[in-house]
């Protein structure tokens, strides 16, 4: 074998070594992750106002846990809060909103089901996500897109972001009463921590 023909095979053999190298590196990067959601660190609020004040108030998330893909953007899993978990400092208004307004009884539970985000999602540090998913209100779903900030150090992600939901209507009563107008639009405001797995 003459040299010129020695230096292609060598350099060839230098390609198969580096992309051997790389290859696995490249499909770990892009393959799924999962957030276990800490329900006890992450929290619900909300905000809304009348003619008087503002109201507000919180919710406990019961559970979650959340795949992605940071390659495609890919999203699955739920996210599941607490309805008579609701807390605003008023025994009597918290009554209502949950057995009346939110109707408990029926539908305990609010969901959010991620599908996928855009974005770049650092691996470690702070990125700003569009996230995208199902909100299930009062047993129907309806589409929304969250804007969320993502901070990730050692292995543990916190997600905060906020969103404004028209409740009324989504089927929600009007809580209005004579000279009490409430705002038609609640901003719903979200912290969510998680190990990643």
């Not at 209502?96 to 470690?124: C, N, S």
Request: hydrophobic fraction near 40%; aromatic fraction near 6%; proline fraction near 6%.
């Amino acid at each position: 074998m003459s040299d010129p023909e020695k230096c292609r095979s060598r350099l060839l053999h230098l390609c198969f070594f580096l992309l051997a190298l790389v290859l696995p590196c490249t499909a770990a990067a892009h393959s799924e992750e999962t957030l276990r959601i800490n329900s006890q660190a992450s929290s619900v609020t909300f905000a809304l106002t009348d003619t008087l004040h503002a109201v507000n108030g919180t919710f406990q998330i019961a559970s979650g846990e959340v795949s992605f893909d940071p390659g495609t953007g890919q999203m699955s899993g739920l996210i599941t809060v607490n309805v008579i978990s609701g807390h605003s400092d008023s025994p009597t208004r918290d009554h209502r909103m949950i057995q009346d307004e939110l109707k408990a009884k029926l539908f305990p539970a609010v969901t959010f089901a991620p599908q996928h985000f855009t974005g770049a999602l650092a691996t470690v540090g702070q990125s700003t996500l569009q996230v995208t998913g199902q909100f299930t209100l009062l047993g129907k779903p309806h589409t929304l897109t969250i804007p969320m900030t993502v901070q990730i150090e050692n292995g543990q992600a916190t997600a905060t972001g906020s969103f404004p939901i028209p409740y009324i209507d989504w089927g929600m009563k009007d809580p209005s009463v004579l000279f009490l107008r409430v705002g038609k639009v609640v901003t719903i405001g979200l912290k969510i921590v998680g190990t990643l797995q």
